[in-house]
């Protein structure tokens, strides 16, 4: 049996796989940034007692720039108390004998896709993720690239505006991730009229959606700042693209993330800027596809690392 984690920062999920790779049991758990790190651990811990067998390997997909070589966790940018913690380490008194592999969880995620989700075929996959923050993997020949320690493919942290002595700039992440669509949509909500799909939507909403969940269903009610802010984050994201494209010029793009569930309309959006952000000799820009795993991108690439020959990393 081998173990597939996930850690990020408000979901941790542990899976176990058959003898085939496929996933067979998931435990599942809510992360309290106020506990942290250690609130996960102890998490870890207790799922680990439940289990029915002693795993063999075990692969981490971590919500921050990791050291992939020696496991070491390199920061959380959303829960305290990771910063150079060797979770490799610590993962090794927990279940001794196991071979553990510890990789940032887009570049996980960005294995997923392209060995067991909608990538699959493609030989040079690039992998962006639109949730709390904006990252990015990219897969070559089934394996991950990897840059110098402490991270690489970070396409959210591209400048869109760079600072200046009058000005903080903004960055891809800044503008197109999860919360910051939701403050968008908060700040236009007064602006839009009473009848409003998204503003109704939003307002009425009791269960904790966060509002940029909401923009598929009021793209589909035809409400048009739904539409402008749709073809917005497309246009943002294809700017980003165009120099992940320029600098690699993947066979495939694919966009994941809990925002990617805005589904066909984002995945439109973004096919049709590309060309403009493109020079024309690299025209016909890269297929654009939309993540096929869901919230098993990353327990399934996590997994995806220590079968067979994936602890063999291309360092290129």
């Keep these: 049996m081998n173990l597939g984690i996930e850690i990020g920062g408000t979901k941790l999920q542990v899976v176990t796989s058959d003898a085939s790779g496929r996933l067979a049991t998931r435990y599942r758990h809510h992360v309290d940034p106020a506990q942290g790190a250690a609130g996960i651990l102890a998490q870890l811990t207790d799922?680990?007692?439940?289990?029915?067998?002693?795993?063999?390997?075990?692969?981490?997909?971590?919500?921050?720039?990791?050291?992939?070589?020696?496991?070491?966790?390199?920061?959380?940018?959303?829960?305290?108390?990771?910063?150079?913690?060797?979770?490799?380490?610590?993962?090794?008194?927990?279940?001794?004998?196991?071979?553990?592999?510890?990789?940032?969880?887009?570049?996980?995620?960005?294995?997923?896709?392209?060995?067991?989700?909608?990538?699959?075929?493609?030989?040079?996959?690039?992998?962006?993720?639109?949730?709390?923050?904006?990252?990015?993997?990219?897969?070559?020949?089934?394996?991950?690239y990897h840059g110098s320690f402490p991270g690489e493919a970070e396409i959210g942290h591209l400048w869109l505006v760079p600072p200046s002595a009058d000005s903080p700039g903004q960055t891809i992440e800044q503008t197109v991730s999860g919360w910051a669509v939701d403050q968008q949509i908060r700040d236009l909500l007064p602006q839009l009229p009473a009848d409003s799909p998204l503003r109704r939507m939003v307002e009425q909403e009791r269960g904790g959606r966060k509002p940029a969940?909401?923009?598929?269903?009021?793209?589909?009610?035809?409400?048009?700042?739904?539409?402008?802010?749709?073809?917005?984050?497309?246009?943002?994201?294809?700017?980003?693209?165009?120099?992940?494209?320029?600098?690699?010029?993947?066979?495939?793009?694919?966009?994941?993330g809990g925002l990617s569930l805005i589904g066909e309309p984002l995945r439109a959006a973004v096919r049709q800027a590309l060309p403009r952000f493109v020079m024309k000799a690299f025209h016909p820009a890269p297929i654009v596809l939309l993540a096929k795993l869901g919230e098993d991108a990353v327990p399934t690439g996590a997994l995806e690392l220590v079968m067979s020959d994936g602890h063999l990393h291309r360092n290129l």
Excluded at 56 to 71: L, N, Y
Excluded at 232 to 244: D, E, K, N
């Design 213 to 256: 969940t909401f923009l598929h269903e009021a793209y589909e009610q035809s409400d048009p700042v739904a539409r402008m802010l749709i073809e917005q984050i497309g246009s943002v994201l294809a700017l980003g693209l165009s120099h992940v494209i320029h600098l690699f010029h993947p066979d495939a793009i694919v966009l994941g």
């Design 47 to 144: 799922t680990f007692g439940q289990l029915s067998e002693q795993p063999e390997a075990i692969g981490v997909g971590f919500g921050g720039p990791v050291d992939w070589k020696t496991g070491r966790i390199a920061t959380s940018h959303q829960v305290n108390g990771w910063s150079g913690f060797d979770l490799a380490g610590w993962l090794r008194e927990q279940i001794p004998g196991a071979t553990i592999r510890i990789e940032n969880d887009a570049n996980v995620a960005a294995l997923g896709e392209a060995r067991r989700g909608v990538a699959t075929g493609f030989n040079h996959v690039f992998y962006v993720t639109l949730g709390s923050g904006v990252g990015g993997g990219l897969v070559i020949d089934n394996q991950l």
